[in-house]
C-alpha cells in the first residue's frame, strides 16, 4: 500500500506566501508523475501543477509565474511554492502521485486527504 500525506495549508493574506509538501510512502517502485490539484467550495477539482520525474513541469494559467512545483526523486516528495496568494487561491489542496509498485507493470494514482489553504483579503 501506498501512502500520501499533505502538510503546510494555512492561513495567509492576499499576497502571501505558503509552501506546501507532500509525502508519498510505503510500497513504492518508482514516481511517475507528482501533481497538486485543488478543489473550491461548489466547484470540480482543478489541476494546479504537475512535475514528472524528468523535471517537467506544467502549470494552470490561473497560477504560472506565482506558483512553482518541485520534487525531490530520492525522497519521494512534492512541493509547491506559493507566492502572490489571491483570495481566489483558496481551496483545498491535494497531492496526486502515479506510483509504479515492485513487480508491477503499470502505475496505480494515489490521492492525499488534503490541506486547506485559506487566503484573506
Known amino acids: 500500500q501506498v501512502q500520501v500525506v499533505e502538510s503546510g495549508g494555512g492561513l495567509v493574506q492576499a499576497g502571501g506566501s505558503l509552501r506546501l509538501s507532500c509525502a508519498a510512502s510505503?510500497?513504492?517502485?518508482?514516481?511517475?508523475?507528482m501533481g497538486w490539484y485543488r478543489q473550491a467550495p461548489g466547484k470540480q477539482r482543478e489541476l494546479v501543477a504537475t512535475?514528472?520525474?524528468?523535471?517537467?513541469?506544467n502549470y494552470a494559467d490561473s497560477v504560472k509565474g506565482r506558483f512553482t512545483i518541485s520534487r525531490d526523486n530520492a525522497k519521494n516528495t512534492v512541493s509547491l511554492q506559493m507566492n502572490s496568494l489571491k483570495p481566489e487561491d483558496a481551496a483545498v489542496y491535494y497531492c496526486?502521485?502515479?506510483?509504479?509498485?515492485?513487480?508491477?507493470?503499470?502505475?496505480?494514482?494515489?490521492w492525499g486527504h488534503g490541506t486547506q489553504v485559506t487566503v484573506s483579503s
Open positions: 496526486n502521485v502515479d506510483v509504479y509498485r515492485a513487480g508491477l507493470p503499470f502505475p496505480y494514482n494515489y
Open positions: 512535475i514528472t520525474s524528468g523535471g517537467g513541469t
Open positions: 510505503g510500497n513504492i517502485f518508482k514516481i511517475n508523475m
